[in-house]
Antibody
Framework: EVQLVESGGGLVQPGGSLRLSCVGS????????MSWVRQVPGKGLEWVGN????????YYADSVKGRFTISRDNAKNSLYLQMNSLRAEDAAVYYC?????????WGQGTVVTVSS | IQLTQSPSFLSASVGDRVTITCRAS??????LAWYQQKPGIAPKLLIY???TLQSGVPSRFSGSGSGTDFTLTISSLQPEDFATYYC?????????FGRGTKLEI
């Protein structure tokens, strides 16, 4: 069974940093693009960015470009989201997703709270 | 690419046929997916490539359209279908989502 499990969420002060992780199982992790998507509770979905199978291409939403970095370690079946210079508006549930063309599978999400 | 979903809210009854529309600000061929989301749970893929039913999704769900205009149809509403529905375009970066349609009893 394909499974994605995010972790690393928590409370961080504005201007602070946080690193999220996503571990995949039940599939060949290194064979897929991976994305991060976030959702402010009670609001809509926002794509954050993605990374190619070998990590050599990455794309980001304008709202996070220059502050967030996506990386992966295929040997550990892991995807990461390094979030720096966090703002109140970055508070959300963060989901990782496996891309297979347009057929995405999502994790259960991890909550990030940005507050002083 | 902006996606405009309508309606934002929809009240319906069990057994009803409902249609949700998603209009893209520019042509996206068939690079569109539909999701269902219930409170506190990750989105669930229903339809991809505009009209392909995801494995395990009931056949009462169907999708159609291409270019800029797309629809999600539920042929006969079941109690478990009351949720929020989102469309997503995957034609060009940045990937974008519609603002959602909340389907209420």
């Amino acid at each position: 069974e394909v499974q994605l499990v995010e972790s690393g969420g928590g409370l961080v002060q504005p201007g602070g940093s946080l690193r999220l992780s996503c571990v995949g199982s039940g599939f060949r992790f290194g064979g897929y693009w991976m994305s991060w998507v976030r959702q402010v509770p009670g609001k809509g979905l926002e794509w954050v960015g993605n990374i190619k199978e070998d990590g050599r291409e990455r794309y980001y939403a304008d709202s996070v470009k220059g502050r967030f970095t996506i990386s992966r370690d295929n040997a550990k079946n892991s995807l990461y989201l390094q979030m720096n210079s966090l703002r109140a508006e970055d508070a959300a549930v963060y989901y990782c997703a496996r891309e297979r063309l347009m057929e995405w599978i999502w994790g259960q999400g991890t909550v990030v709270t940005v507050s002083s | 690419i902006q996606l405009t979903q309508s309606p934002s809210f929809l009240s319906a009854s069990v057994g009803d046929r409902v249609t949700i529309t998603c209009r893209a600000s520019q042509g996206i061929t068939n690079y569109l997916a539909w999701y269902q989301q219930k409170p506190g749970i990750a989105p669930k893929l229903l339809i991809y490539a505009a009209s392909t039913l995801q494995s395990g999704v009931p056949s009462r769900f169907s999708g159609s359209g291409s270019g800029t205009d797309f629809t999600l149809t539920i042929s006969s509403l079941q109690p478990e279908d009351f949720a929020t529905y989102y469309c997503q375009q995957l034609d060009k970066y940045p990937y974008t989502f519609g603002r959602g349609t909340k389907l209420e009893i």
